[in-house]
């Protein structure tokens, strides 16, 4: 199971860090990649991390704005968001697989429910 939080209503300019925890299997087992979906949109990811801890990739518009970090000892995934934008306005997602590939695909082996970021004035 993944669970994510952290999300919620911040000002262009602003910072969030979503957290994505993992329950009944560990991050070092896994890739894991962070999605996001706004409304009438697909769903288009964000960036991907590699069981070794390994960021594979980020989305260019938030290259340099977001950072994906693990922490092992807390089974959990990050997502730091600086430097927000209005156009980041979406339901974020983690989600974990055993095969990179799946990623990739969209078809990962677990999602989580979603967490809401909202930016705005």
């Known amino acids: 199971q993944l669970v994510e939080s952290g999300g919620g209503l911040v000002e262009p300019g602003g910072s969030l860090k979503l957290s994505c925890a993992f329950s009944?299997?560990?991050?070092?087992?896994?890739?894991v990649g962070w999605f996001r979906q706004a409304p009438g949109q697909e769903r288009e990811a964000i960036s991907y991390?590699?069981?070794?801890?390994?960021?594979?990739y980020y989305k260019d518009s938030v290259q340099g704005r977001f950072t994906f970090s693990r922490d092992n000892a807390k089974n959990t995934v990050f997502l730091q968001m600086n430097s927000l934008k209005p156009e980041d306005t979406a339901v974020y997602f983690c989600?974990?697989?055993?095969?990179?590939?799946?990623?990739?695909?969209?078809?990962?082996?677990?999602w989580g429910q979603g967490t809401q970021v909202t930016v705005s004035s």
């Open positions: 989600a974990a697989t055993q095969v990179y590939g799946n990623l990739i695909r969209g078809t990962p082996d677990y």
């Open positions: 991390m590699l069981r070794s801890g390994t960021v594979t």
């Open positions: 009944g299997f560990q991050t070092a087992d896994y890739s």
